[in-house]
């Protein structure tokens, strides 16, 4: 080791040399981290920020509960008192069109109920539990490049910015691992990302310090409110506070006249059902906004590196499908480079096959459901009440994140579903399309304006 190596690797326990680097301190990164120090591999995260921090992404999957427990965080969390989610209430503005959906009538009644966090401090638990499962994790420091071998194919280590420093430094790994969130620092290498044009939505939100919640356990649940435009969330949390928050097509923002914060706050007076149950509240926060926001990855992996959660890929969060997709892909992607790892020595893109088809099924799956969500044949069939008690079953399955692996009987329900979509669209045909287009203001997304 050369003299300036020695003290690059012992300047503040910083690192020269290790199996693994996790860059972003998300879940997805978190996850990572945790599972390959558990693993005993020597392993170093770098996030930008220093914790905890806000972020949006507040409403959780039952589907994440068994993951927070296979990384040995569930206690800890709960012990921080979350607010129990049961499920979700849909309802669509101005009309009697509702559907409460209840996890515990999904097909696998295994996954019933999960979580409602504040971001700040869920992250910052997660990060602190990647740090007491054995990672080195450095905050306020900067993943400024990925390095690659001379050929450019694989990937052996990152240059860091700490924070106070002019120079960045330089840490060595077997693996590298894009965790940045919508930062994607690799998607740059590997092609840029693909935006998807039927989602082309941004989102404004910001917290209350109360609202009005339904009577009895129902009360913790996430309520969605549709409108001929877009929808609402309100995500209430344990301390009584709520999350609210519009999606909206990215060209009413672009169009909007003002701020956004005066969208946002005409949009809540433009909504009975949102302003009823904001009535007394006081915002607490400024107003945030972020634009644009689905996109895809054509590559997510290689050899010594690969992309998890939104570095990889972003979904509409209609169905807050966000962290669990984050997590989950961190714990398949650590379980193949732990195997490689073992084998020998190292992690070549061949490895994360069976990483990519899950993670990409798991997608596919969800992203059916949300570009349903933004057609009217199948939102009508979302809101009418199924023929088949299964039917509901199939969908509350995916709506509680059982994506990953659902069991031949969940898929038989959610084919069910997308059948029963199929048939409404042959109705309206035959009815004279646009009964349900009429009664909501919602148009297919090729004919709104
Ligand atoms: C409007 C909206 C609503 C949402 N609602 C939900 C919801 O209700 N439920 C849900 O599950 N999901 C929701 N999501 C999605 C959710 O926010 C994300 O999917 C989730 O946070 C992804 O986790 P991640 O670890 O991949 O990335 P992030 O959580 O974004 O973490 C990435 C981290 O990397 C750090 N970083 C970035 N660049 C660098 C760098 N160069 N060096 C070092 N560190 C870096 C960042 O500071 C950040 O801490 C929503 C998203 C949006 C936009």
Known sequence: MTQSRRENATLRGFPAEVDAVICGGGPGGSTFATLMARMGHRTVLFEREKFPRFHI?????????????????LSKLQAAGPQVKRGARFYHQGTSFTRPVLFANGVDSDHPTSFQVKRAEFDALLLDHARE?????FEETRVTEVLFTADGKRACGVKVLLKGESEPRTVGAKLVVDATGRDALLSRHLGG???????????????????KRAEGPTGGDIVIVTTPEGWWWLIPFSDGSVSVGIV?????????????????????LATP??????A???????????ADYSYSTPRISGDGFCLVGDAACFLDPV??????????SAEIAAASVDRALRRKGRVDAADFRGFERTFRGAIRRFE???????QPHVLETFYTPAPNDWIGRGVTTVLGGGVFHPTFKARLWIFAFHACTALIRVVQALRGKGAFERATGILEPEKAP
């Open 248 to 268: 909206m097509p990215s060209k009413r923002f672009k169009e909007r006249q003002g701020t956004v914060e005066q969208l946002f706050e005409e949009s809540v």
């Open 280 to 290: 007394g509240s006081k915002r607490t926060m400024d107003v945030q906004a972020i």
């Open 193 to 211: 990302r693909r935006r998807d044009p039927l989602l082309d939505r941004s989102a404004a939100f910001a917290h209350y310090d109360t609202f």
């Open 368 to 374: 059916r459901f949300v570009h349903g969500f933004y």
């Open 319 to 328: 169905f807050s499908t966000g962290v669990l997709l984050a997590m989950q």
């Open 57 to 73: 992404g507040e409403s959780l999957l039952p589907w994440n509960v068994p993951l927070f427990e296979r990384i040995g965080v």
């Open 273 to 278: 059902e949102v302003q009823e149950l904001l």
């Open 133 to 137: 499962s054995g990672a080195a994790v």
